[in-house]
């Protein structure tokens, strides 16, 4: 979730109803569970700006671990993420990248303003389905009694640049980038990257890498524009890799003026099924509605 993201869920909190603001802080929290904070183009060669720094072995192991993961196609994941006082939470499911992404994902609201949004609509945990056109998220009875008893949000990612605040931009690409490559390439691009030794992580025993990345000196203008987009001047990345090359765990970690972020992911059952159907649609609200309809409702009379 960006700085403009934040700005423009506060702001958009202001202009429409709660159950259509409940919505769109729905749509960010997805965006956060389902993906790293860092995005970046996915089929680029990016050069390191630390050229220098970063060793021929580190990074033909991180490009084996780019090739790796590319071949896996999918794995499950759980994670926990804090976004300074906007949300805290906690995510399991599974992702899938052999083609167009797809994901099914439970989510759990532990703390901060979107978890408070939800708790007052008996929506704490939900389930999220990520499908090549549109992501789907499932809300409560109470909240679902706003929506005309329909009990799933469907997002068209194409409507997702109406979020205000620039933020629609953002959570598409991270909503689309669901292969857990983005850190890797972040790694690469910093160049300022060592091996840490290995470590035994959920009993299997790995190499870890870790980096930092300063978004100022990156010569890729894709990768630094969406962190400078995300108000990201600094940011920390621990990678955890197995003998098969897969990423067994990741920590990111970063600042901004809205607070501490943090993301720590556990990586397994690579190559596991990621087929994902949609929601019925008798069951289904489509979000851009919903904040027509709202936006309509609030206007002033003629």
Not at 78 to 100: K, P, Q, Y
Not at 121 to 145: C, H, I, Q, T, W
Not at 188 to 210: C, I, K, M, N
Request: glycine content about 10%; aromatic content about 6%.
């Amino acid at each position: 979730m960006t700085d403009s993201g934040v700005q423009g869920v506060r702001g958009l909190r202001r202009g429409v109803r709660p159950v259509v603001v409940t919505a769109a802080l729905v749509a960010v929290g997805v965006a956060m569970s389902a993906c790293s904070f860092s995005g970046g183009p996915e089929d680029e060669d990016i050069e390191p700006t630390g050229a220098a720094r970063l060793d021929a072995r580190t990074a033909a192991a991180l490009h084996a671990v780019e090739k790796a993961t590319e071949l896996a196609g999918s794995a499950r994941v759980s994670s926990s993420s804090v976004m300074g006082d906007l949300l805290s939470m906690r995510t399991a499911g599974v992702l899938g990248w052999a083609g167009e992404p797809v994901g099914r994902l439970s989510i759990t609201y532990t703390g901060g303003e979107l978890a408070e949004s939800m708790r007052a609509l008996n929506s704490s945990s939900m389930e999220a389905r990520l499908l090549p056109d549109a992501y789907y998220a499932k809300v409560g009875d109470k909240f679902a009694a706003q929506m005309h008893g329909k009990h799933w949000i469907r997002y068209d990612y194409d409507d997702l640049a109406d979020l205000p605040g620039g933020s629609g931009t953002y959570l598409k690409d991270q909503l689309r980038n669901t292969a857990p490559i983005q850190p890797v390439k972040l790694l690469l691009a910093s160049g300022d990257v060592r091996r840490a030794g290995t470590e035994t992580v959920r009993g299997e025993r790995t190499t870890h890498y870790s980096g930092a990345v300063e978004v100022a000196a990156l010569a890729d203008s894709a990768l630094k524009e969406q962190l400078v987009q995300a108000g990201v001047a600094t940011e920390t990345v621990d990678i955890w890799v197995n003998d098969r090359n897969l990423l067994v765990k990741k920590v990111e970690r970063g600042e901004l003026s809205s607070g501490r972020m943090s993301s720590t992911a556990y990586y397994s059952a690579y190559g596991v099924k990621a087929a994902v159907a949609a929601p019925e649609g008798g069951d289904t609200a489509d979000f851009k509605d919903l904040l027509g309809n709202s936006e309509a409702s609030s206007a002033p009379p003629g």
